[in-house]
């Protein structure tokens, strides 16, 4: 299973970017897809999460800015990021939970190689 992210760039505060993230491989099902970011310096942050029927969960810092979609078909994960501040700076990782793939019953987690997001003042 491979997880190929994109859409990270350099952005002025205030502006948007989205972000995505496909999981390609013998997928049957993936439970929840998340996305985490990192900034120099501080620990993995977990940002949002959405599972199979739709729930989400974000991080208190990113409600009301941040949206996490994703297509169960083409096993794709979106974040769609409004009004963003400098402090949204980080390279932000994409994470599949729970994927079961057809020669394998147990589920495992699989990550993405990360895209930078920087957001100027």
């Known amino acids: 299973v491979q997880l190929v992210e994109s859409g990270g760039g350099l952005v002025q505060a205030g502006r948007s970017l989205t972000l995505s993230c496909a999981a390609s491989g013998t997928i049957v099902s993936i439970f929840e897809m998340r996305w985490y970011r990192q900034a120099p310096g501080e620990q993995r942050e977990l940002v949002a999460a959405?599972?199979?029927?739709?729930?989400?969960n974000y991080t208190p810092s990113v409600k009301g800015r941040f949206t996490i979609s994703r297509d169960n078909v083409k096993n794709t994960v979106y974040l769609q990021m409004n009004s963003l501040k400098p402090e949204d700076t980080a390279v932000y990782y994409c994470?599949?939970?729970?994927?079961?793939?057809?020669?394998?019953?147990?589920?495992?987690?699989?990550w993405g190689q990360g895209t930078q997001v920087t957001v100027s003042s």
């Open positions: 959405i599972n199979k029927p739709g729930t989400t």
């Open positions: 994470n599949a939970a729970g994927v079961i793939v057809s020669d394998s019953l147990r589920p495992r987690d699989y």
